[in-house]
Structure formats: structure tokens, C-alpha cells
């Protein structure tokens, strides 16, 4: 089943299969480590749709929930 990264909850993960949206958001993601096959796990979730903290190559990262959405995953 593939959903986004927008779409999990804390404690839940996925594999990046493939990233959408604009030329630059998704320059963007790639720069930030978030590539094919990589895992991403959700660590914190900010109320009201604010920003996730994610968990990828061993770094944690902020991303908007807009970014977020751009990130299709197959679930782990």
C-alpha cells in the first residue's frame, strides 16, 4: 500500500519509492538525504498539520507536511 510521508502517524515508517512535485521541492528532498530506498521514520508530529520531525539516514529532520506529501512510500 503506498502512501506519503504526511500520512503516517509517530513511530510508524516507510521506504521512499519515488518523490513528486516540482523540480526544486524535489532537488530539495534529495538534498536533504530523502532518496529512492531510504527509510523514514515519523519521530515527532507537530498538532493542527504542522511540521514532522523525520528520521532518514540517521538524521532528523523538519519538514513541512507540504513537503511531506511529496514523498511516496512503500510501507515498511
Known sequence: MRRT?????VGESGVVTFLTGEPSTVRRLIDLGITENAVIVVKKAAPF?????I???G????IRREQAKNIV???K
Open 5 to 9: 510521508a504526511a500520512e503516517l502517524r
Open 49 to 53: 498539520g504542522g511540521p514532522l520531525e
Open 55 to 57: 528520521e532518514v539516514k
Open 59 to 62: 538524521s532528523r529532520l523538519g
Open 73 to 75: 512510500l512503500q510501507e
